[in-house]
């Protein structure tokens, strides 16, 4: 894979929980909203396996914490391409059962943290620099001509991650105010509109 010409970075976005969940449902409700949303993985993997990495280690017998990476992109065009970058970290996360509907559960108690970053990469082949033409004038084009495309596609990532925390958030009760939360049937798993 080669190196992007230009990268136009989007600012990180953290958000921190200490709550109680089921992990297997979270990691299925984010997995559903990445594969919803159009979102590939990169460096080659196959569609369905999403993680760059994952740790579990058992801080003791009742204990744990849980390290997840996904990197992501997705091709808007053959010259642009978005990528995300999703980090879910659980510390303390120990095992707990609880009661809804007069059903007991097991669940999940800890501090789940979520950082999002991503970029959006302009010629992310490298084919402009092989152009003889096309590499002299590349910093004009993104400068002065693309300039406002460039801004548009940043923030076209800026509402994708935005949703992505949105959709989080929900999945913890906490509403974000945002367009997209206005349905909050759709945040629950159903994709946006």
Request: net charge positive.
């Amino acid at each position: 894979m080669s190196n992007p010409t230009y990268k136009i970075p989007v600012k990180k976005m953290k958000i921190t929980f200490k709550h109680t969940c089921v992990i297997t449902a979270l990691y299925d409700l984010m997995h559903y909203w990445v594969v919803e949303n159009d979102w590939s993985p990169r460096y080659g993997r196959t569609e369905g396996s999403i993680e760059t990495m994952f740790y579990a280690n058992r801080l003791s017998p009742k204990m744990r914490h849980y390290n997840i990476w996904w990197r992501l992109q997705k091709n808007i065009n053959h010259h642009v391409r978005f990528v995300m970058n999703i980090d879910f970290i659980g510390l303390g996360v120990s095992e707990v059962e609880v009661v809804w509907q007069g059903k007991k559960y097991k669940a999940s108690k800890g501090e789940f943290t979520f950082t999002l970053s991503g970029a959006v990469e302009i010629d992310p082949n490298g084919e402009w620099k092989k152009s003889k033409i096309v590499s002299k004038f590349s910093d004009y084009l993104v400068k002065t001509l693309l300039r406002r495309n460039m801004i548009d596609y940043r923030d076209e990532l800026r509402r994708e991650m935005m949703e992505f925390q949105a959709f989080i958030k929900n999945f913890f009760g906490q509403y974000q105010n945002i367009q997209a939360s206005q349905n909050m049937d759709q945040l629950r798993g159903y994709g946006f509109s």
